[in-house]
């Protein structure tokens, strides 16, 4: 009986890591297929041959130096900001008493329930009053904000001791001393997770980056991968889409395996168990 749960197990187990992978490898199947190879049917699930330089015309097609710099940089600024602002907003919940405290986190919560697509409209028409629609500002400033980021750096937050702090108080510590000092390095895993969400979110973003966006100018790279597709005459060229889009997803996967040496190190000597 053992024996069977036990094979159960790794049935499902392997039945999950197919569900996840498969698309991944598919993708990159596809990407090495000639246009013949990626439109027909039924589909191989190995190309015949070879075809790298799909990515070269994927290259081309999508201008990844002008798209990609413009991702960089929109992703890293919002990111960095969402360290600035969420952090001590997520200190003084946790920490600090001052009032309607819990009214303010609760309105937090509230905003970490509501879908993009109920506040994309009040969003936009803001940003157009302010005359800063497709520009930088408008897909950085208003996602420096992140109730996710709030919640999630307050639990952290909350449990280091408030003994830590007390012992700091004495020494004549101010506020700012206190997160620096003792609260950001006891939760260096949770920022590092923290700011590799941000990144990889702010990266992938498609969705305000197409509303709040007209030009090329400032139009980021899950913008132009999306053109790929559209080459007209219903005719979708899927071998160099799908290239496309391992030269969107190769920047945050190599980040997140770089980064989760790491978090996994400060989770082990960080103190938080």
Not at 200 to 224: C, H, M, Q
Not at 231 to 256: H, Q
């Amino acid at each position: 009986m053992k024996l069977v749960i036990h094979l159960l197990r790794y049935l499902l187990l392997a039945v999950l890591i197919i569900t996840f992978i498969f698309p991944f490898y598919w993708m990159i199947s596809t990407s090495l297929k000639s246009f013949f190879e990626a439109i027909h049917f039924p589909p191989a699930m190995f190309p015949k041959s070879l075809h790298f330089e799909n990515y070269a015309e994927a290259w081309v097609k999508v201008k990844f130096v002008h798209y990609g710099t413009n991702s960089v940089i929109i992703t890293l600024l919002t990111a960095i900001g969402q360290l600035l602002v969420c952090v001590p907003a997520s200190y003084a919940f946790a920490k600090k008493k001052f009032a309607l405290s819990g009214f303010f986190f609760a309105l937090v919560l509230v905003d970490l329930m509501l879908p993009a697509q109920v506040t994309f409209v009040p969003i936009y028409v803001l940003l157009s009053d302010f005359g800063w629609l497709d520009t930088y500002a408008a897909q950085i400033i208003p996602f420096i904000y992140s109730s996710f980021a709030i919640f999630f750096m307050t639990e952290a937050f909350k449990q280091i001791p408030d003994e830590l702090l007390d012992a700091a108080k004495l020494d004549q510590a101010t506020e700012l001393q206190l997160m620096v000092r003792i609260m950001l390095p006891i939760t260096k895993p949770f920022i590092l997770t923290l700011m590799l969400l941000a990144i990889i979110g702010k990266w992938n973003d498609y969705f305000w980056t197409l509303i709040l966006t007209n030009s090329e100018n400032v139009r980021t790279l899950p913008i132009a991968v999306k053109s790929l597709l559209d080459v007209g005459d219903g005719i979708n060229e899927w071998n160099i889409s799908m290239a496309g889009n391992v030269l969107l997803m190769a920047p945050v996967l190599l980040l997140y395996l770089f980064a989760n040496r790491f978090i996994k190190n400060a989770f082990v000597y960080g103190g938080i168990k």
